[in-house]
Structures are given as structure tokens and as C-alpha cells.
């Protein structure tokens, strides 16, 4: 059997300049992800507040954590201290919650908007449309304490690899058209976060610059 750190090995070997890998590591234990670190990996994803801060408190301080999971409001707090990048922003309430807690800390937390271009229902995320207005209404500039680097994506949970493509590509055009429209002079919009186990060849030749990759590194997991 394949080894966590012969996993990462391989997956690193096919990432381009450009594009880094975030090891998905929510529901395995510590010592999973302790054998990552020592096979070099740094960044690691979490779906879970709880379970990122009490594996952060345990785990060497030069890891960088990606939160990629549903946010709650009231969670929020626990990871500001902390937490390098939060995925998985879908409405303009979650961005003004995460900067009134990084103004007290007086820290300014790397935000993606998470956009829905799958076709099931239950996939969270703003449509293009949303976040575009959104971004149209401005008054996310006022957020000091936020900075909104990019966007992030699933595609369908299909084996139609021409479906998925399609919607990592639609993605990665919003993208162009959001940065050219309203990040043209930052250069911190820069992040597109797509492509998981079973699809991040497609994303990457569509331009991810994040892949999140879980079972392919650590196994099969109980839970979602
Ligand atoms: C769990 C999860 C992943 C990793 O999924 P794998 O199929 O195990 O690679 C990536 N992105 C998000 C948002 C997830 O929740």
C-alpha cells in the first residue's frame, strides 16, 4: 500500500509552478497529518472549526490552515487568531463577521468567494450573478480587515469529465472578469481554488492555482 508521504509525492510531482496543493485532512487524525509534515507538506484544509483549532494547537505553528468547510458565523472567532485562508465564503454577512473579529486582533484574513457552478442543488456558494453584485455594491472595500484573494469552486460530482471541465472553465472565466472588473490594481486576487481527488487534472489545466486533495493523499474517510 501507498504511504501518505509517497501519495503527496506524486501528486506534487504533477502540479505545475504556479499551483499549490492544499492536503485535505478533515476526520484523520493528527498523526496523518504529522506524517504529511514530515514528507514536507504545509498547508493543510479543514471543514470543521473545532477540529482545525484543536489540531493547530497540537501541530508545529509553521502550517499553514485553509478552512474549506460551511462557516458559521459564531465559529468564526476561534480560527481568526490563526487561520491563513477561508475558502469558502458565500455571502457578504460571513465577510463582515470575519472582519470585525480580525479588527480586534488587528489581523487581515485572506478570504475566496465560493461560487456554485455544480448542478446539484445542495452545493453551497454564490451564483456568478450574486457574488458579481456583491462586488458591484462596494461596500466590501470598507472591510479593512478582509482581503478577497480569489475565488474557490467544486465542480458536479459526476464522471462526465466534459461536465466537469465546462464548469471549471465557467469558474475560471469569472475569475478573469471579476479581477480585470474590480482587483485590475491589487495584486492579492490571484487564488482559484479548484480540483479535489478525483478531478484536479481537470482543474489545473483549467487554471487552478489551489487543489484540494483529501482522499488521494490520506485514504478514505468515515465522514464528509
Ligand atoms: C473534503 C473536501 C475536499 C477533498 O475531497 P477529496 O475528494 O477527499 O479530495 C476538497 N474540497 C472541499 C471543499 C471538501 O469539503
Not at 455594491?137 to 465546462?166: F, P, R, V, Y
Amino acid at each position: 500500500m501507498n504511504t501518505i508521504a509517497d501519495n503527496l509525492k506524486q501528486i506534487q510531482a504533477e502540479l505545475p509552478q504556479g499551483v499549490r496543493l492544499v492536503a485535505v485532512s478533515k476526520f484523520h487524525p493528527q498523526e496523518a497529518i504529522e506524517e504529511a509534515y514530515r514528507a514536507g507538506q504545509r498547508i493543510f484544509g479543514e471543514s470543521k472549526v473545532q477540529e482545525m483549532t484543536a489540531k493547530y494547537e497540537n501541530l508545529p505553528k509553521d502550517i499553514e490552515w485553509h478552512f474549506i468547510g460551511h462557516l458559521q458565523t459564531n465559529k468564526i472567532k476561534y480560527m481568526i487568531p490563526y487561520v491563513a485562508m477561508i475558502h469558502g465564503i458565500d455571502s457578504y454577512k460571513l465577510l463582515v463577521e470575519i472582519n470585525k473579529q480580525a479588527a480586534k486582533i488587528n489581523r487581515t484574513i485572506c478570504c475566496l468567494l465560493q461560487i456554485h457552478v455544480a448542478q446539484e442543488e445542495t452545493k453551497f456558494g454564490f451564483t456568478p450573478e450574486e457574488c458579481k453584485s456583491m462586488l458591484a455594491d462596494e461596500d466590501w472595500k470598507s472591510l479593512d480587515h478582509i482581503q478577497i484573494c480569489g475565488l474557490m469552486g467544486m465542480a458536479s460530482n459526476t464522471d462526465n469529465t466534459e461536465q466537469i471541465i465546462k464548469e471549471f472553465r465557467l469558474l475560471h472565466n469569472l475569475f478573469l472578469e471579476i479581477r480585470e472588473k474590480w482587483f485590475a490594481h491589487s495584486s492579492s486576487f490571484k487564488e482559484l481554488s479548484m480540483g479535489m481527488s478525483h478531478d484536479y487534472h481537470e482543474a489545473i489545466a483549467e487554471g487552478s492555482t489551489l487543489v484540494r486533495v483529501g482522499s488521494k493523499i490520506f485514504g478514505e474517510r468515515n465522514y464528509n
